[in-house]
Nanobody, 120 residues
């Protein structure tokens, strides 16, 4: 069994910063690209940022220059550093990764989500 657990969400004022973490655990053999998604009330889930196992990154246009995704492969952990947060960034943030376990089974794994609220 493999799982992803997010942490680091909370309430922050506009212009503030937060750092999210996503840690993978379980019988892991390999994790390829890891992604952050978010979903605001009444909206579809959207891809925010992606990072490959080699460290190549990609971002949705609305967060470019404000968010930075990184990962520590030794710790099976991905991070999302968010700066200059805007009310429009408020959402539940989810991490996602296809995880290959040691038995050779691939799981498209989602975390439980962490709430980010940007409000004065």
């Amino acid at each position: 069994q493999v799982q992803l657990v997010e942490s680091g969400g909370g309430l922050v004022q506009p212009g503030g910063s937060l750092r999210l973490s996503c840690r993978a655990s379980g019988n892991i053999w390999k994790i390829d690209a890891m992604s952050w998604y978010r979903q605001a009330p009444g909206k579809e889930r959207e891809l925010v940022a992606l990072i490959t196992s080699a460290g190549t990154t990609n971002y949705t246009d609305s967060v470019k220059g404000r968010f930075t995704v990184s990962r520590d492969n030794a710790k099976n952990t991905m991070y999302l550093q968010m700066y200059n947060l805007e009310p429009e960034d408020s959402a539940v943030y989810y991490c996602n990764a296809p995880i290959l376990d040691k038995r050779g089974w691939m799981y498209n794994t989602w975390g439980q989500g962490t709430q980010v609220t940007v409000s004065s």
